[in-house]
């Protein structure tokens, strides 16, 4: 029912529950741990400088890693980019999905600076969307390394392994459909007939040529695939992943604790992975704080688990969000010169 500005109240509700449900983390969060917030301040007061730069480094690497793979899968299409602007990209997308739709908004942001880029709309489309697909797979294979580690040490509950093994599966299918589809073009025709003759009741005169060449390009992609053409965006994708891990590794050395490479990736997988699958972007307080729960049961004192998950949080997510910003309005200013 429309309130007195006309507008439905439905909508502003459901507007309002990712902020609920943030304000609900936080506060499950913070409450029972305010005892550790003066031991998290002192932690933050003797941090070692040389370990944050080291995790830093770790990070841009891994953004370097990200705009290689976005390079790969344009090329697999036959296209070419610079890797300068396939990082950048990659990087202004980020903040837009903060404000525009998530995933939507992300994918929407990478076709349009392709496209202005130089590349054509089929290999645009294709870069809207493959990488993802290879970013899922290796986050997927993290995620289960990490929940066999925590099975192992018997420290996931029953709901998070339901939680687990719906979003695992959730992700699987994707990834699964997005390969039948490539190696069955002919379904994929058959697809985008059916949308184009769907398409065609509301708007007649919209021409289906660029979906059809779209089609025919993913043909050529899967050709490439299947001679070898997955190998460097797949290994791009988990350096993405790895170097993403090792700035994890470095923000809990500054906290001045080292972790065991079992125990780091016990605590890894999980939480971006339920991150991922949430409404809310880039994961914002579930990954907080189900990796900080999770590091904290695993036997890292409070507020160094509190100091290295927030410090890896920064530097992985805020900063790269606030650095994406001045790129973002840039490449959209020059797409409309």
Not at 114 to 139: C, E, H, I, K, M
Request: charged share 15%.
């Amino acid at each position: 029912m429309p309130n007195e500005n006309g507008r439905p109240l439905k909508l502003r509700i459901l507007r309002a529950v990712p902020v609920l449900l943030v304000l609900g983390l936080l506060v499950h969060f913070l409450l029972p741990r305010l005892d550790t917030i003066e031991d998290s301040l002192k932690t933050l007061r003797t941090m070692a400088p040389w370990a944050v730069g080291l995790s830093l480094i770790m990070e841009t690497l891994s953004y370097v890693a990200n705009g290689a793979l976005l390079k790969s899968v344009i090329e697999l299409a036959g296209e070419r980019m610079s890797w300068r602007r396939a990082a950048a990209i990659e990087i202004g997308a980020g903040s837009v999905a903060l404000v525009a739709a998530g995933a939507l908004g992300f994918g929407a942001a990478i076709y349009k600076w392709a496209r202005s880029g130089g590349v054509s709309t089929d290999a645009a489309v294709l870069a809207s969307w493959l990488p993802s697909v290879f970013d899922a797979a290796s986050l997927i294979i993290f995620a289960l390394i990490s929940s066999v580690e925590l099975l192992l040490m018997h420290r996931l509950s029953r709901l998070t392994v339901i939680a687990l093994v719906v979003v695992v599966s959730a992700l699987s299918v994707i990834i699964v459909m997005a390969i039948v589809l490539l190696a069955r073009n002919d379904w994929m025709r058959a697809i985008a007939k059916r949308v184009s003759r769907i398409v065609k009741r509301f708007r007649p005169r919209w021409d289906s040529s660029g979906l059809t060449a779209m089609v025919e390009s993913a043909a050529e992609t899967w050709k490439e695939m299947q001679h070898g053409g997955w190998m460097r965006p797949a290994s791009c994708s988990l350096m993405v992943v790895i170097f993403d891990l090792l700035c994890l590794r470095y923000a809990f050395l500054a906290a001045g604790h080292s972790l065991h490479l079992s125990l780091l990736l016990a605590g890894y997988g999980v939480p971006l992975l339920l991150g991922r699958a949430s409404f809310l972007p880039g994961g914002i307080a579930v990954v907080e704080v189900a990796m900080t729960a999770l590091y904290g049961g695993l036997g890292v004192p409070a507020s160094i688990a509190v100091v290295g998950v927030l410090t890896y949080r920064l530097i992985s997510f805020w900063l790269p969000a606030i650095v994406g910003v001045p790129i973002a309005i840039t490449l959209q200013s020059s797409q409309r010169t």
